[in-house]
């Protein structure tokens, strides 16, 4: 079991790798949206929003297990990608 400052040492170097790794991917200052909301402002079912996901053709995270979205950055992504519109 790690003593308190061991773990305070532990979760810091884990805030600074998050915040690394969502750096340049998510505007952290937005709402980040789960599955069934980024879905539904698509209009596409969870399974085609899944397999954008998996062709890395809009941008996610995975935090705590979960996969979350940055709406804006989504529908940016979208509307800049060739031959895609969203309105």
């Known amino acids: 079991m790690l003593a308190e400052r ?4 532990f979760a810091d170097r ?5 915040v690394t790794e ?3 991917k998510v505007d ?5 949206v789960g599955r069934e909301e980024m ?8 399974q085609t929003l899944d397999r954008l996901v998996n062709a890395k053709a809009i941008p996610s ?5 979960s996969r979350r979205f940055d709406r804006q950055a989504v529908l940016e992504t979208l509307k800049n990608a060739e031959g895609v519109s969203h309105e």
């Open 6 to 9: 061991e773990f305070e040492e």
């Open 14 to 18: 884990l805030v600074e790798r998050l």
């Open 22 to 24: 969502l750096r340049g």
């Open 28 to 32: 952290l200052t937005n709402q980040l």
């Open 39 to 46: 879905a539904k402002t698509l209009g596409v079912s969870l």
């Open 61 to 65: 995270v995975k935090l705590g297990g």
